[in-house]
Protein backbone atom coordinates (compact mmCIF):
# COMPACT_ATOMS: atom_id res chain seq x y z
CA UNK A 1 0.00 0.00 0.00
CA UNK A 2 1.05 3.65 -0.90
CA UNK A 3 1.79 5.89 1.85
CA UNK A 4 -1.17 8.30 0.90
CA UNK A 5 -2.95 5.53 2.11
CA UNK A 6 -1.57 4.96 5.25
CA UNK A 7 -1.73 8.70 5.86
CA UNK A 8 -5.36 9.06 4.99
CA UNK A 9 -6.14 6.82 8.06
CA UNK A 10 -4.37 8.73 10.32
CA UNK A 11 -5.94 12.06 11.77
CA UNK A 12 -4.48 15.83 11.65
CA UNK A 13 -5.03 16.85 14.97
CA UNK A 14 -2.40 19.78 15.25
CA UNK A 15 -0.38 22.52 12.92
CA UNK A 16 1.76 24.32 15.63
CA UNK A 17 5.45 25.47 15.44
CA UNK A 18 5.62 24.02 11.90
CA UNK A 19 4.62 20.18 13.05
CA UNK A 20 1.92 18.74 11.24
CA UNK A 21 1.09 16.56 14.52
CA UNK A 22 -0.99 12.75 12.75
CA UNK A 23 -2.79 10.09 15.08
CA UNK A 24 -3.64 7.09 14.50
CA UNK A 25 -5.53 4.31 16.39
CA UNK A 26 -3.40 1.51 18.07
CA UNK A 27 -5.01 -0.97 15.64
CA UNK A 28 -3.45 0.95 12.69
CA UNK A 29 -0.03 1.18 14.28
CA UNK A 30 1.40 -0.58 10.94
CA UNK A 31 0.36 2.30 8.85
CA UNK A 32 1.91 4.61 11.72
CA UNK A 33 5.47 2.42 11.80
CA UNK A 34 5.70 2.46 8.07
CA UNK A 35 5.33 6.02 7.58
CA UNK A 36 7.62 6.59 10.48
CA UNK A 37 10.65 5.83 7.56
CA UNK A 38 12.78 8.46 6.67
CA UNK A 39 11.64 7.75 3.19
CA UNK A 40 8.23 8.50 3.67
CA UNK A 41 8.32 10.90 5.99
CA UNK A 42 10.23 12.97 3.81
CA UNK A 43 7.81 12.52 0.56
CA UNK A 44 5.41 13.88 3.41
CA UNK A 45 7.76 16.85 3.60
CA UNK A 46 8.26 17.24 0.61
CA UNK A 47 4.85 17.70 -0.80
CA UNK A 48 4.31 19.69 1.92
CA UNK A 49 6.83 22.39 1.07
CA UNK A 50 6.13 22.04 -2.68
CA UNK A 51 2.56 22.87 -1.95
CA UNK A 52 2.56 25.29 1.19
CA UNK A 53 5.99 27.03 0.46
CA UNK A 54 6.73 25.94 4.28
CA UNK A 55 9.29 22.99 6.00
CA UNK A 56 7.09 21.15 8.28
CA UNK A 57 8.25 17.81 10.56
CA UNK A 58 5.76 15.47 10.55
CA UNK A 59 4.84 13.99 14.01
CA UNK A 60 2.93 10.97 13.96
CA UNK A 61 1.63 9.05 17.29
CA UNK A 62 -0.75 6.20 18.44
CA UNK A 63 -4.05 7.07 20.19
CA UNK A 64 -5.77 4.56 22.40
CA UNK A 65 -8.80 6.12 20.69
CA UNK A 66 -10.57 4.46 17.75
CA UNK A 67 -10.77 6.74 14.48
CA UNK A 68 -14.51 8.35 14.21
CA UNK A 69 -16.23 8.18 10.70
CA UNK A 70 -14.11 10.25 8.42
CA UNK A 71 -16.24 13.46 7.10
CA UNK A 72 -15.50 15.33 3.82
CA UNK A 73 -13.06 18.11 4.95
CA UNK A 74 -14.02 21.55 3.36
CA UNK A 75 -12.53 24.94 3.12
CA UNK A 76 -14.49 26.38 5.85
CA UNK A 77 -12.69 23.44 8.44
CA UNK A 78 -11.53 25.04 11.39
CA UNK A 79 -8.06 22.67 10.76
CA UNK A 80 -7.70 23.92 7.29
CA UNK A 81 -8.32 27.36 8.44
CA UNK A 82 -5.59 27.34 10.54
CA UNK A 83 -3.50 25.34 8.12
CA UNK A 84 -4.06 28.35 5.44
CA UNK A 85 -3.19 30.92 8.14
CA UNK A 86 -0.06 29.32 9.52
CA UNK A 87 1.54 28.73 6.85
CA UNK A 88 0.39 32.40 4.82
CA UNK A 89 -0.99 30.32 2.17
CA UNK A 90 -4.29 30.37 0.32
CA UNK A 91 -6.43 27.74 -0.97
CA UNK A 92 -6.14 26.72 -4.67
CA UNK A 93 -9.10 24.80 -5.27
CA UNK A 94 -11.84 23.18 -3.70
Not at 26 to 50: A, D
Not at 54 to 63: C, D, G, Q
Request: hydrophobic content about 40%.
Amino acid sequence: ASAAHYLSEGSLVQVKNNVLTVTFPRSLSFHKESLETSSNKGVIEKIFLETFGARVKVMLILSDEEPLKKEKITAEDPLVQSIIEAFEGKLLKE
